[in-house]
């Protein structure tokens, strides 16, 4: 299948109680305790003891006491720090500072913390670096209430998020943030399940996500089909030009009405974290019509002003942070959440969904919104 061109979308968040500083230009030899009364100890504390002077939602970290949920090797702490954490007041600092700085931060913050001994872990551990990894194997359960996937698949990229998808008929299931995987399907007999190692910050529809994709109309000779569900045949993955992702066929009962190629990539800004998935897709015979549900139907319309790009939508999630989704590429849009494609066979196309993590949407956080997104 000809790889077609994806929209650019660039669709950014603006509003935290913790805001960096304006970028800076990089200093001979960082000054690691500086940058942490400057840059932490307003939500961390001086001492790294989570006793900052920031009004917060949620009690921030306290380093002194070992609280690296995200991982507490300089590795993990430069991902969070340069990235941020999705869904809470913890912003990524990329804008802000040159990676030596950030990486003397790492340095500094693990220096605060206990001493830890390393787990002998009977698998292998993957770690991502600069390249994104992809690794295929059974995955436990991803929430309560969910089943185990015997088969799975995780995408992990540099920015420290790993997107969880399964693959007998592919969704993202949920976000992590943090270490990658431990390959414990190597060590036991028959395979063990991959053991994700970043923590759960997101999962999609609860981890249990409906099929996205509808068939609306077709002139299929087998009979109607309207309304049935289509099914992702998983054809491959990707990484290429700077993109990760998988190519999928959506069929009915084995016919094939299009192939998507589905890439996600982290979204940062200064001031929150989230992802964006772009969706190139190209019709296959017979020509047809096909719905994607880009948002919830509890999803609430978000309007935004002075946007020329896109619609936006807002979840608030009962485990205290709101997600706002936000429709990239200009598809014509459907009812509730959704968008209608046009497939005609070789015709592309491509539209961009971009998901957007934090505390609370007030008044404040709103303003820098919409002034971020009109940039």
């Not at 995408?155 to 007998?168: A, H, L, N, Q």
């Not at 016919?255 to 772009?278: C, H, K, L, N, Q």
């Not at 989704?325 to 014509?332: D, E, H, K, S």
């Amino acid at each position: 299948m000809p790889q077609p061109p994806l929209a650019s979308a660039t669709l950014a968040l603006g509003a935290l109680l913790s805001t960096p500083p304006t970028p800076q230009q990089p200093i001979a030899s960082p000054d690691a305790p500086v940058l942490f009364k400057m840059n932490c100890a307003p939500c961390h504390g001086e001492t790294g003891d989570g006793k900052g002077w920031t009004e917060l939602d949620r009690p921030a970290r306290s380093f002194k006491d070992g609280g690296f949920s995200y991982g507490n090797t300089p590795e993990a702490l430069f991902r969070s720090i340069s990235t941020g954490i999705p869904g809470t007041p913890m912003p990524g600092f990329a804008t802000a500072l040159v990676e030596e700085e950030m990486r003397a931060l790492a340095a500094h913050v693990v220096g605060l913390g206990p001493e830890q001994g390393i787990e002998d872990s009977p698998g292998k551990v993957m770690v991502v670096r600069d390249r994104p990894l992809i690794v295929r194997g059974g995955l436990p359960a991803i929430a309560d209430g969910t089943k185990p996937r015997p088969r799975g698949l995780l995408i992990g990229t540099p920015s420290g998020m790993t997107f969880e998808y399964r693959v007998d008929d592919v969704r993202l299931l949920g976000v992590r943030q943090g270490e990658f995987v431990e390959r414990r399907d190597w060590t036991g007999r028959g395979g063990d399940p991959l053991r994700p190692l970043g923590k759960l910050v997101h999962a999609v529809e609860g981890g249990d996500p409906m099929a996205p994709f509808t068939l609306l109309e077709s002139e299929d000779v087998h009979g109607p089909r309207n309304g049935a569900d289509l099914h992702a045949r998983l054809l491959g993955t990707f990484v290429r030009d700077g993109r990760v992702g998988l190519r999928y066929s959506l069929e009915v009962d084995g016919d094939s009405y299009a192939e998507i190629e589905e890439s996600t990539e982290p979204r940062i800004t200064s001031v929150a974290s989230g992802w964006t998935t772009r969706f190139a897709y190209r019709g296959a015979p017979p020509q047809s019509v096909i719905s994607f549900r880009w948002a919830r139907a509890s999803a609430e319309p978000l309007e935004l002003e002075d946007l020329e790009l896109g619609a936006w939508r807002i979840e608030h999630h009962g485990e205290g942070y709101d997600e706002l989704i936000g429709l990239g590429g200009r598809p014509a849009q459907g009812p509730g959440g959704t968008v209608v494609l046009s497939l005609w066979p070789d015709v592309i196309g491509s539209f961009s969904v971009t998901h957007l993590l934090l505390p609370a949407l007030d008044a404040e956080s709103r303003a820098k919104l919409e002034e971020e997104l009109s940039r």
